[in-house]
């Protein structure tokens, strides 16, 4: 950390530890895997790898805190969410700092996104208040039908390195808000941000085993959770193969999961939009978090009339964008969170620029930075179908520019892949906006803007990318079942 001596570091970073049962605990066998600053290569700390005692112990926890937390009123629990809301606000700047530090982004997208989690917390702590039942009329005046939701039960949550505070707040907050206890694995790559949360629930004063949060080896972590007869609840932020996975394990004990996917979300822009401002907004939001972002706009789909004017604006103002250390404050792509995540980018240039793309901006790993997994944001065009650029989620700065001549085709070619999480039109045109927004077969859709997550919408996917909903009055719905209670009046039947 630049300017900054360990002992700083050691009082910014959240204390390295498996958190069990309300106590912070070393392995059992004292195993680490090292935290890695993306920005420098230089390691930050280690943190645990979790063995199959530490998570039974969890399991365990999670067991008794289900008991106690499911009993608690939802007034209560909405309290105890409010003030974690408040404990996250309160330490913004330290929990910005520690996420710039493992995952790259820079200083200002991390606090954002701090805030974003805690406004999961605020959203939730109202929902917590609101789950309804309702009564039925039965057949006959002497009987009283009522139906009533409760929590699942414990859950097993696992989310991806890209947000891992905002995706991980997705998860606890409504399962919390619904009465259930929760196991976090944090994301081993970029683990410290999710270990806040034990922090935060310490403070906050959350019962002891309703949040446990664990690290370790991925396979060896969800596999022993979800085979655990105590998981009621799988939920995972993920790629598809890690979705198909999880979901193959929960099914063998029949538990229900919720799964936000990959995306590889178009971008049609009509003749009529403000064309000029249409590619700025599109090249600032595609890089933002270096385009490791799932509903990322990642096709740019632009109306043959208009493309030539859209392409220049768009790789003009992506020239504008400053690459760094996401520590400084002029920097507006930090690097990207892996080495792994940067030579697949360098992989798919490689293999568009080889069937015929031309480089518009960027292509590679910048000169200037001998350290440091640095990609500068790139922009494709004369991009075809066959470019695996087109077809896979492209999970990083790049930005390939197609065209179309109807609208029929920009609907074909956006729908044209297993994704569906999200899609974004640029028109000027109220007809055409409600048409596109209807046709794409996606989860959600923005208008004329790329910012569309937020606490109180639904967050979600269709096709491979996913079911169930994170956000809004859906995503509490996912962590209650639904029970029956059929009452008789009077004289026994």
């Not at 360990?6 to 195993?31: H, M, N, Q, Y």
């Not at 009987?143 to 890209?162: Q, S, Y």
């Not at 929960?250 to 403000?274: C, I, N, R, W, Y």
């Not at 930005?399 to 039109?425: H, K, M, Q, R, W």
Request: proline residues 6%; glycine residues 10%.
């Amino acid at each position: 950390m630049p300017g900054t001596d360990t002992r700083t570091l050691r009082d910014v970073l959240p204390p390295p530890l498996l958190f069990v049962d309300g106590a912070w605990r070393e392995s059992a066998d004292g195993r680490t895997r090292p935290v890695e600053n993306p920005a420098t290569e230089t390691e930050l700390t280690a943190v645990p790898l979790a063995t199959a005692e530490d998570l039974d112990d969890a399991l365990a926890a999670a067991a008794a805190g289900f008991q106690r937390w499911r009993t608690t009123s939802a007034w209560d629990r909405s309290d105890v969410l409010r003030r974690i809301a408040q404990v996250i606000r309160d330490d913004a700047d330290r929990f910005a700092l520690v996420m710039t530090l493992e995952q790259g982004k820079p200083l200002a997208q991390a606090r954002g996104e701090v805030l974003a989690s805690a406004d999961q917390f605020d959203w939730y702590a109202d929902e917590a208040r609101r789950v309804y039942g309702r009564t039925v009329d039965g057949h006959d005046t002497s009987t009283r039908i009522l139906v009533r939701r409760e929590p699942v039960g414990p859950v097993a949550a696992f989310a991806a390195w890209n947000f891992p505070s905002l995706l991980t707040a997705r998860k606890i907050a409504p399962a919390l808000a619904a009465g259930c206890s929760v196991v976090v694995m944090a994301p081993i790559e970029a683990p410290l941000s999710t270990l806040l949360f034990a922090e935060v629930a310490e403070k906050a004063g959350l019962p002891a085993g309703v949040l446990n949060v664990v690290t370790g080896e991925p396979a060896e972590v969800s596999r022993h959770l979800i085979a655990s007869e105590v998981i009621r609840k799988v939920t995972l932020t993920g790629s598809v193969p890690v979705g198909v996975q999880l979901s193959t394990l929960a099914a063998q004990g029949l538990k229900v999961t919720s799964m936000e996917l990959g995306g590889h979300a178009p971008v049609l822009v009509f003749p009529d939009t403000d064309v000029r401002r249409a590619a700025e907004v599109c090249a600032r939001g595609k890089f933002r978090n270096g385009g490791q972002v799932c509903i990322a706009a990642s096709r740019f789909l632009v109306h043959e009339s208009v493309a030539g004017e859209f392409t220049e604006a768009f790789v003009e103002e992506t020239r504008k964008l400053r690459l760094g250390d996401g520590q400084d404050p002029s920097t507006d792509i930090g690097p990207l969170t892996t080495a792994a995540r940067r030579d697949a980018i360098a992989g798919l240039v490689a293999d568009a620029v080889a069937k015929g793309a031309t480089l518009a901006h960027g292509g590679g790993a910048p000169e200037e930075f001998q350290v440091g997994y640095y990609f500068t944001p790139t922009v494709l065009t004369g991009v075809s179908p066959d470019m695996r650029v087109m077809r896979e989620e492209p999970f990083g700065p790049i930005a390939p520019i197609a065209t179309f001549s109807t609208f029929d085709e920009a609907i074909a070619v956006a729908n044209a892949t297993p994704y569906g999480l999200g899609g974004f039109v640029f028109t000027g045109d109220l007809t055409t906006a409600f048409r596109a927004s209807e046709e794409l077969e996606v989860g959600m859709v923005g208008v004329n803007h790329l910012t569309i997550a937020t606490a109180e919408a639904p967050f979600g996917g269709v096709k491979q990318s996913g079911h169930g909903r994170e956000g809004g009055t859906e995503g509490i719905d996912d962590y209650t079942v639904t029970k029956y209670v059929s009452m008789r009046l009077g004289d026994l039947a």
